[in-house]
């Protein structure tokens, strides 16, 4: 199976900036998110806006994605990266050409479920955040009670969404339990599933859902 390029790089194509990584990245000088962090880290791809935000702000996210797919395009371990994010880890922000919600979609037609981690590392991003547990999150908004939920993920380093994934299990009294995990999906149905989930959402949406045999 292959991935469907077109589904990657998205309409509009991509910027001038864009087009320079992408030639570092097939020649294996490095991959995407560790050359372009201000579009990976942006802090609108760690919590996309709501439909009540601004046009200038949703454009903006817009273009972001645009170019972060383009970067994904060209990545040399895209399908690792895909593959670990959907089936390996809970991970938040942008990861192999998908959003948090389109990796929910993939793992919701192969009936995969992954347990919610701490693990904010994938293939080239290995170095620009760490593991954090979920009492080293609760220790440190104790100790710094003013700071922003940025400052502290900036403190942990860590991504924004998982500082805010730790709070919301501590104000509803949970803790990260283990569970058995479920077989793991051929790396083949996950690329098909992401060429499903991106295809229905670049096209009008069509009536009734269709699932990866």
Do not use: W
């Not at 560790?34 to 702000?57: C, G, K, V, W, Y």
């Not at 803790?175 to 096209?203: G, I, N, Y």
Request: glycine share 6%.
């Amino acid at each position: 199976m292959t991935v469907n390029s077109a589904n990657l790089a998205g309409p509009g194509g991509s910027s001038s900036r864009a087009a320079v990584d992408t030639a570092s990245i097939r020649q294996g000088a490095m991959t995407g998110c560790i050359a372009r962090t201000d579009i990976f880290q942006h802090r609108l791809m760690e919590e996309p806006p709501p439909a009540s935000a601004t046009r200038r702000t949703r454009e903006r996210y817009e273009q972001l994605v645009r170019e972060a797919k383009a970067l994904c395009a060209s990545c040399p371990v895209f399908t690792e990266c895909l593959y670990s994010a959907v089936a390996e880890h809970d991970v938040s922000g942008f990861v192999a050409g998908t959003t948090a919600v389109q990796r929910r979609s993939i793992r919701n037609l192969l009936d995969v479920e992954v347990q919610a981690d701490d693990f904010d590392q994938l293939a080239g991003a290995r170095g620009t955040r760490r593991p954090v547990s979920h009492e080293e999150v609760l220790r440190l908004r104790t100790q710094y009670p003013n700071d922003s939920l940025e400052s502290l993920a900036m403190r942990l380093g860590c991504s924004l969404s998982t500082v805010k994934r730790h709070l919301r299990r501590a104000r509803r009294g949970q803790s990260p339990a283990a569970k058995t995990p479920r077989p793991r999906p051929e790396v083949s149905a996950v690329l098909d599933a992401f060429d499903t989930v991106v295809d229905q959402q670049c096209q009008p949406r069509r009536t009734g859902s269709s699932r990866v045999a």
